[in-house]
């Protein structure tokens, strides 16, 4: 494909992928009749900015996976279901974080006291390839060497944190965390990414599978009360900067999980509460 991509009449809307590795793309513009964008359409290229016309109502949370050129996502100004500030994308209304740009030209992001909520995959980067045997992850991602945003300070009424919100991100803190009313961290929420400390949200109840499994670079993990009934298989697998997990004050944690820091190589300490009765 050449550099830049004009719209001819009318186009329908896009569903997987038409773009994805066109690696040299560096500007689109979209009919207006353009209502949706589908998974993967722009998976790495080399597009600086996206802007979303107003007739758009339906982005897949995946619509830009993979950029990390991305700086900034505009919308128009009358589309009535999406919204852009600096250039992070929005739901309209300003409660959902949709997409943060990779390379939003930024060192660190403040979350508006609007934010309710992070979409699955908002800052979760496609930056892996499958290995075998085993069929494990690697990375092929050098982050060291790109400019991509790195640090958010969030909101206390963040509630809400999608499936892969920072999977494989560049991600290595998220300051204010545990003033949230966060109370699940869902399935894969921060594998791979690059976080270092985590202190967990008072109202937290659940970690699902994987939510820090390969964060290796995640040193200290921090409960703040005693509300935590579920830990579930590979929580903190394959954290090999992991020297200490504390779940002595955990009393309502019933089971220790399949893997739970299987393969951290650096831990010397855990403690368990008296309530285990499974492991």
Do not use: M
Not at 55 to 77: C, G, Q
Not at 242 to 254: A, M
């Amino acid at each position: 494909l050449p550099h830049q991509l004009k719209h001819l009449g009318k186009i329908l809307p896009y569903t997987s992928g038409p773009f994805e590795h066109c690696y040299n793309l560096r500007d689109i513009q979209f009919p207006e009749t353009l209502e949706s964008i589908g998974n993967l359409v722009f998976g790495n290229t080399k597009l600086e900015s996206l802007y979303i016309p107003k007739n758009v109502k339906y982005l897949h949370p995946t619509f830009s996976h993979y950029n990390k050129y991305l700086k900034r996502i505009d919308v128009d100004s009358l589309n009535q279901w999406y919204e852009s500030k600096d250039g992070v994308l929005y739901t309209k209304g300003g409660d959902s974080i949709h997409t943060i740009p990779y390379a939003l030209e930024k060192d660190t992001l403040i979350f508006p006291k609007t934010v309710y909520s992070i979409n699955e995959y908002a800052f979760g980067l496609r930056g892996l390839t499958w290995s075998y045997p085993g069929s494990s992850y690697r990375r092929n991602i050098d982050y060291d060497t790109l400019n991509l945003i790195r640090h958010f300070i969030v909101n206390s009424r963040l509630r809400h944190l999608g499936e892969r919100a920072f999977f494989t991100s560049p991600l290595e803190s998220l300051v204010n965390f545990e003033k949230t009313s966060v109370n699940i961290i869902p399935y894969q929420c921060f594998r791979y990414s690059r976080i270092k400390n985590i202190k967990f949200p008072t109202e937290l109840t659940t970690i699902e599978k994987q939510a820090f499994d390969d964060c290796n670079k995640l040193e200290t993990v921090e409960f703040t009360r005693e509300f935590v009934s579920t830990i579930d298989t590979c929580a903190f697998a394959n954290c090999s900067n992991l020297k200490k997990l504390d779940l002595s004050k955990q009393t309502r944690l019933k089971n220790i999980s399949w893997a739970l820091c299987g393969n951290d190589s650096a831990l010397k300490v855990i403690k368990l509460p008296r309530s285990i009765e499974k492991i």
